[in-house]
T-cell receptor, first 110, second 112 residues
């Protein structure tokens, strides 16, 4: 069973802190990795994707990928209350399938 | 929502009745997907389409069928709805299989 694992949380951080969200995956053949944000009652929206080992930065968000350890993370700098949401990690394996983790709920307190 | 609409947005139906959900896109993307999202399970792929009349099964396809007669429309049919199909259904699209998937607003389905 090919799996994507996330800690369900909730992860609670104060406003202005760095939030660190983690995701592990079981299939070594996985090729691309996505982070989506989902507000309660809304649809998932893409934050960023990463294909290569290392870091990728976009504004306050940084995705980190370590294929050897089968680990992908999302860092949110200067966390804001508006960042409070569920964050979904998704991993594309060879072929079509995009496998989603169950999500981590982030709560940013003001 | 990247030019994706879903209809209906909410539906209540009874066990044993057929139900059809519609996904419509204005992006002319080749790939379309149907997912269901349930507490404790996350998003799971039901069926996907890689072109007009070209579809394939996903992880949880039992009890569901799909059709795609036009590039812009992808229909999901519950042939005989069951209470276990109560869920939130999301349609997604992507231009190519390896590219980002964009999601529609979702349909909340309650089967009594």
């Amino acid at each position: 069973q090919k799996e994507v694992e996330q800690n369900s949380g909730p992860l609670s951080v104060p406003e202005g802190a760095i939030a660190s969200l983690n995701c592990t995956y079981s299939d070594r053949g996985s090729q691309s990795f996505f982070w989506y944000r989902q507000y309660s009652g809304k649809s998932p929206e893409l934050i960023m994707f990463i294909y290569s080992n290392g870091d990728k930065e976009d504004g306050r968000f940084t995705a980190q990928l370590n294929k050897a350890s089968q680990y992908v993370s999302l860092l949110i700098r200067d966390s804001q209350p508006s960042d409070s949401a569920t964050y979904l990690c998704a991993v594309r394996q060879a072929g079509t399938a995009l496998i989603f983790g169950k999500g981590t709920t982030l709560s940013v307190s003001s | 929502d990247a030019g994706i609409t879903q209809s209906p947005r909410h539906k209540v139906t009874e066990t044993g009745t057929p139900v059809t959900l519609r996904c419509h896109q204005t992006e002319n993307h080749r790939y379309m997907y149907w997912y269901r999202q349930d507490p404790g399970h996350g998003l799971r792929l039901i069926h996907y389409s890689y072109g007009v009349k070209d579809t394939d099964k996903g992880e949880v396809s039992d009890g569901y069928s799909v059709s795609r007669s036009k590039t812009e429309d992808f229909l999901l049919t519950l042939e005989s709805a069951t209470s276990s199909q109560t869920s939130v259904y999301f349609c997604a699209i992507s231009e190519q299989v390896q590219e980002t998937q964009y999601f529609g607003p979702g349909t909340r389905l309650l089967v009594l």
